[in-house]
């Protein structure tokens, strides 16, 4: 996570302490996640599998509301 980024002709340094790199880690995972359960659930719309649809969606509201309750721990 630390390193350089160019932007236009600059080079902008990023010093970004372990902790954070591993919360953005943990930010990336989560995503990943959620964005591969939104993949499945547009696969089972366009295949028109609705059987495995209401899984795929209990799963991601799962996903979602453990994002939600981490979020209470943190204010």
């Avoid at 591993?22 to 591969?36: A, E, G, P, S, T």
């Avoid at 939104?38 to 209990?58: A, C, F, P, T, W």
Wanted: hydrophobic fraction near 35%; charged fraction near 30%.
């Amino acid at each position: 996570m630390g390193g350089n980024d160019v932007k236009g002709n600059t080079i902008i340094t990023m010093n970004i302490s372990p902790v954070e790199q591993k919360r953005i880690r943990n930010i990336n995972f989560i995503m990943d996640d959620l964005h591969d359960s939104v993949n499945n659930i547009y696969e089972l719309l366009v295949d028109q599998e609705y059987s495995e649809i209401k899984g795929e969606v209990s799963k991601i509201t799962s996903k979602l509301k453990t994002i939600t309750d981490s979020l209470h721990d943190e204010i």
